[in-house]
């Protein structure tokens, strides 16, 4: 089930931002112990009894909220309406049309969550669609048009406030991620 965020002019994506609740009645029926423990890409999940039986705690402080656990089991559910929310990601695409491929960055980490017509979502993607249709060229994509200008002046002509939520230090995605449809041999 991938929503391809990672690749998209403009990626709409929840925010987590408590551990999972576990409901300890249906963890035995619904889950496998050792496939929810092992499912935690940090070690936050670990067995526990929980009034006599086998069931799972969470550690909080080392809980990332990627929903890897309700992935494997259902009984750990992560949804939260009032502390959940949304990110707006911007700048990816996979075509190696004119440019290689290129992964999508943050550019607002957190709006709130306001069904059924997400207000403060809409306004920001509709802010981003409006400068870039005035800023970029023909056929110019989102990621292609944003490293043109550079990301600061994206952030001053869309308005969006700069925070320290949009660092990116991973520096390995050209080593890592092919980028364009040549092959490279080496002996």
């Known amino acids: 089930m991938c929503g391809a965020v990672h690749c998209s002019d403009i990626a709409i994506l929840g925010v987590h931002r408590?551990?999972?609740?576990i409901k300890h009645e249906l963890l035995n029926s619904q889950c496998?112990?050792?496939?929810?423990?092992?499912?935690?890409?940090?070690?936050?999940?670990?067995?526990?009894?929980?009034?006599?039986?086998?069931?799972?705690?969470?550690?909080e402080e080392r809980c990332m909220f990627c929903a890897n656990c309700?992935?494997?089991?259902?009984?750990?559910?992560?949804?939260?309406?009032?502390?959940?929310g949304l990110s707006i990601w911007v700048g990816g695409k996979v075509s190696n049309a004119r440019h290689e491929p290129m992964f999508s960055?943050?550019?607002?980490?957190?709006?709130?969550?306001?069904?059924?017509?997400?207000?403060?979502?809409?306004a920001a993607v509709k802010n981003i669609v409006e400068v870039y249709a005035g800023h970029a060229r023909k056929y110019?994509?989102?990621?292609e048009w944003i490293e043109r200008i550079g990301w600061p002046q994206f952030f001053k002509l869309t308005g969006i406030e700069f925070t320290k939520y949009h660092i990116d230090d991973f520096k390995h995605?050209?080593?890592t991620f092919r980028r364009s449809l040549h092959f490279r041999h080496s002996e």
């Open 32 to 59: 496998e112990i050792p496939s929810t423990v092992s499912a935690c890409p940090t070690g936050a999940i670990r067995p526990a009894k929980v009034d006599g039986h086998d069931s799972v705690e969470v550690i």
């Open 18 to 21: 408590r551990a999972p609740a």
């Open 173 to 175: 995605a050209g080593e």
């Open 105 to 122: 960055k943050l550019a607002i980490p957190f709006l709130p969550n306001n069904p059924p017509r997400w207000p403060e979502a809409v």
């Open 140 to 143: 110019e994509r989102m990621g």
């Open 70 to 84: 309700y992935t494997v089991c259902p009984a750990m559910t992560l949804n939260d309406p009032v502390n959940d």
